[in-house]
């Protein structure tokens, strides 16, 4: 089922409650049975690992998976390809063309994280980071939705006064295969003094800020009703013709309240008052940048998932945080953003909306009983590693915690 189907669903909003080298041979999906009556569904879905942390929080949020599918009556065919520094010890790339092909074959891609210090002198198309770019332009995702909201268990871990991070529930719809990253020009030349010079064009087309655009109204649309184009129509013409498309299609959406803000502005803006968005819609640079400083608001970048979905074809999903390689492999990882994104999967890659709602009450469910990684660890609370909060949720998900309707 393609990912773009699912943009009638509403949107990701679970913290609202209050409440060996690789084969040639691309192998099968290994069938996961999850019930002893015959499932009435079944999904293939492309495991990608990675570095650093990746497979420790891969692992909790296959399990989730398994558990929820068995509950809910369908089963998964699960296949792992390696992709980033892994691909590139394995086969010499960071996207091999099994992985990417294996990927395009499936219903929902699910991803732990990419990148790390071993790679980091890597040419730039033998770095680990290359391969994540290719995968996301090989499966024509682009749009990127990273909610970033403050969990009343968590505000205390919020760097921001209490008073000013309680109720932050906001979305950022960050387009993800145009832009400065993408655009053509660049390289490295030599300027009329003989000095080295290295150049990237940024450069939108009407086409891809109106489709960007469409999917950030709808957004707005089946939350607040608010959404906030940021740009820098000030001084860059790529900007201003987004600003232009985006005033033009709204009014394809009169019930949603249209804002404009600049970038330097919007970065103040969400530290001063981040209560006052909902939903923001910028560029792939932009919204790089503004969805990471908004994470942090939330106490943890261990804690938010996103999603990035196409016109067709499956979906990925990540969590947003790094490999941290730094302490990968000692159990202290937080695996509740890649669980949260495999929820986001089952909302907006299959359609499974109970499913993902059940796994989202499960994470919050698991923290109302104190269970913490260091990294949103405070006193008073249970210190956990990875795994045992893994146990945590899957103990949470089969218990039937109610769920939010």
Not at 48 to 76: M, N
Not at 86 to 98: H, M, N
Not at 140 to 163: G, I
Not at 293 to 315: D, K, V
């Amino acid at each position: 089922m393609a990912a773009s189907l699912q943009l009638n669903c509403k949107p990701f909003a679970p913290l609202l409650l209050h409440s060996k080298p690789a084969s040639k041979r691309v192998p099968r999906f290994s069938t996961v049975r999850c019930s002893a009556a015959a499932p009435s569904k079944s999904y293939n879905i492309t495991l990608l690992s990675g570095d650093g942390i990746g497979p420790e929080v891969i692992s909790v949020a296959k399990s989730a998976l398994q558990l929820v599918a068995s509950l809910e009556g369908f089963e998964f065919k699960f296949k792992e390809v390696p992709v980033g520094g892994a691909a590139l010890d394995l086969t010499g790339v960071p996207l091999p063309e099994e992985t990417l092909s294996t990927a395009k074959d499936s219903d929902a891609v699910l991803l732990g994280a990419i990148g790390g210090y071993k790679w980091d002198n890597n040419e730039k198309h033998l770095k680990p980071e290359t391969g994540l770019l290719q995968l996301r332009a090989g499966l024509k995702v682009f749009a990127n939705l990273r909610p970033a909201t403050v969990l009343p268990q968590l505000v205390d871990a919020s760097t921001l006064k209490k008073d000013v991070a309680e109720g932050v529930d906001l979305m950022v719809v960050r387009e993800l295969t145009g832009g400065i990253y993408f655009g053509k020009p660049r390289g490295f030349s030599t300027n009329e003094n003989g000095e080295e010079i290295g150049f990237n064009t940024e450069v939108y087309s009407s086409h891809e800020i109106d489709r960007i655009a469409r999917v950030a109204f709808e957004t707005a649309r089946k939350r607040s009703g608010k959404l906030c184009s940021v740009d820098k129509a000030n001084v860059l013409e790529a900007s201003m013709l987004w600003r232009k498309r985006v005033t033009a299609l709204s009014s394809e959406y009169p019930d949603v309240e249209l804002s404009h803000m600049y970038v330097d502005n919007a970065a103040m803006q969400l530290v001063r008052n981040p209560k006052q968005f909902d939903t923001i819609v910028t560029n792939n640079i932009f919204g790089d940048i503004l969805s990471d400083e908004a994470s942090m608001i939330t106490g943890s970048i261990g804690m938010l998932p996103s999603a990035s979905i196409g016109e067709s074809g499956p979906g990925l999903f990540e969590p947003i945080h790094g490999s941290a390689p730094d302490i990968a492999g000692q159990d202290k990882a937080n695996p509740l953003a890649t669980v949260l994104s495999a929820a986001m999967l089952l909302r907006y890659g299959l359609g499974e909306e109970k499913a993902a709602r059940r796994i989202e009450a499960a994470v919050l469910d698991t923290l109302d009983r104190g269970y913490r990684t260091g990294d949103i660890y405070s006193a008073g609370q249970k210190l956990v590693g990875c795994k045992e909060m893994g146990e945590q949720v899957l103990k949470s998900i089969d218990s039937k915690v109610a769920t939010p309707v």
